[in-house]
C-alpha cells in the first residue's frame, strides 16, 4: 500500500489549533476525521514519527493519509509530507557516510533522543524554543543517554500537568 499525501488524496486536514509548529495529521477513513498523531517545534521528529507510524499502519493493512502542517514565515503550511523540506546538514545519499550502517544506528539513536527530550518539553508545554535552548537540547542529546533523557522528559511531562 503506498501513502497518500493530504493534497493528492480526497479529504483535506482541517488546520491544527495553535501557533505554528510541526504536527502530523492522520486521516482516520472509518470515521472519515483526522487527528494529530506527531507535534513539536522541531521537524525531524515528526517526520521520524510520520515514519515509524506509517510503516505500523501499512504492516496492518491499513491506507496511509498523512498530512504534514508546519510554520512558513510565522503562519501556518501545509507540506507534502514525502518532500519536506531536508535538514541543512543532512547528508546527501552519494555521501558514503550516509551508507554506513554505524553511523545510521548512531544518528537513529540521536534522532531517538532527541524526540524524547522534545516530547516532554511538548508535554510541558515549550513549544517555541530560542536558539539557545536548541543548543542546550542538543547538548543533552549528546552528552545523555537515553534512558536519563526519558526520565527528564518523564518529569517535563509531570511538571505540565500540575501547571494545567
Known amino acids: 500500500m ?11 486536514s482541517p488546520q491544527p489549533p495553535g501557533d505554528p509548529r510541526w504536527v502530523a495529521m492522520f486521516h482516520d477513513p472509518s470515521s472519515d476525521s483526522w487527528r494529530p498523531a506527531a507535534e513539536s517545534p522541531d521537524r525531524t521528529p515528526v517526520l521520524y514519527a510520520v515514519g515509524e507510524m506509517a510503516q505500523v499502519k501499512r504492516a496492518r493493512g491499513d491506507a496511509v493519509t498523512v498530512a504534514l502542517w508546519g510554520p512558513k514565515d ?14 541543512a546538514a543532512a547528508p546527501t545519499a ?14 537513529r539513536l540521536e534522532d531517538r533522543r532527541h524526540q524524547v527530550l522534545m516530547a516532554g518539553l511538548g508535554k510541558a508545554g515549550l513549544y517555541h524554543l530560542t536558539p539557545d535552548d536548541a543548543t542546550a537540547v542538543r547538548a543533552l542529546v ?13 518529569w517535563l511531562a509531570v511538571a505540565g500537568q500540575s501547571a494545567g
Open 74 to 87: 510565522g503562519a501556518w503550511h501545509l507540506y507534502d509530507p514525502a518532500g519536506a523540506p531536508a535538514p
Open 2 to 12: 503506498e501513502t497518500r499525501q493530504a493534497r493528492q488524496g480526497s479529504p483535506r
Open 94 to 107: 552519494a555521501s558514503p557516510v550516509a551508507t554506513s550502517p554505524t553511523t545510521k544506528l548512531a544518528e
Open 142 to 154: 549528546d552528552g545523555v543517554d537515553e534512558s536519563t533523557l526519558r526520565r527528564v522528559a518523564h
